[in-house]
C-alpha cells in the first residue's frame, strides 16, 4: 500500500509541474467560481432562484425553499458564494472546492431527479467533475486532512532500518 501511495504522490507531484495544467487549473477555478456566484448572491438577497411558472416541479421546488425555508435557503447562498471566493485564493482554493463539492452534488441530484433539459444536468455534472479535478490537483493539502499517510510506528521502524 505505501509504494502505490508513494507512486501516486510522485504522479501528483509530476502532474503539479505542468505548466499547461496550472493555467488550466486557474480556468477551472474562475468557471466554477463564476458558476456560483450569480446564483448564491441571487439567494443572499432573498430573491426568487425562478420565475418561470413553466418549469413545473423545478419551480414549485425553488419556490417552495424560497417562502417557507428563507433562512435555509441564504444559508445555500452564503455557502455558494463562500465556496466561489475561496476558489479564487490560491491559499484557499482546495478548502473551496472541498466547500463546493457536497454543494455543485446536490444539484447535481436535483438537475438529474426533477428532469431538467439535458443541457442543465451536463454542465452541473461537469462542475462537479471541475470540483473533483480541482481536489485531486490540490491532493497534497487535502490527503493530511484523510489521517497520516504511512500507518503509526513504520516511521520510527523506518528510521531503524
Known amino acids: 500500500m505505501n509504494r502505490l501511495s508513494a507512486r501516486l504522490d510522485e504522479l501528483h507531484a ?6 499547461a495544467l496550472t493555467y488550466f487549473t486557474w480556468c477551472v477555478r474562475i468557471l466554477l467560481a463564476i458558476g456560483f456566484l450569480p446564483s448564491g448572491y441571487r439567494k443572499i438577497v432573498n430573491e426568487p432562484f425562478t420565475l ?54 446536490g444539484i447535481v441530484v ?17 462542475m462537479l467533475l471541475g470540483a473533483v479535478y480541482l481536489l485531486c490537483w490540490d491532493w497534497h493539502r487535502v490527503r493530511p486532512l484523510l489521517g497520516p499517510s504511512r500507518p503509526p510506528g513504520t516511521e ?3 528510521a531503524v532500518r
Not at 419556490?63 to 435557503?73: E, I, K, N, R
Not at 428532469?115 to 442543465?120: E, P
Open 14 to 19: 509530476r502532474v503539479r509541474r505542468i505548466r
Open 110 to 126: 436535483i438537475t438529474v431527479s426533477l428532469g431538467f433539459g439535458v443541457g442543465t444536468p451536463l454542465i452541473t455534472s461537469l
Open 156 to 158: 520510527a521502524e523506518s
Open 52 to 105: 418561470e411558472e413553466s418549469l413545473g416541479d423545478v419551480h414549485t421546488m425553488f419556490t417552495a425553499l424560497h417562502q417557507d425555508f428563507g433562512a435555509l435557503y441564504v444559508f445555500i447562498g452564503l455557502c455558494q458564494v463562500g465556496a466561489a471566493l475561496l476558489l479564487l485564493v490560491p491559499r484557499t482554493a482546495a478548502l473551496g472546492a472541498a466547500v463546493y463539492l457536497p454543494i455543485i452534488t
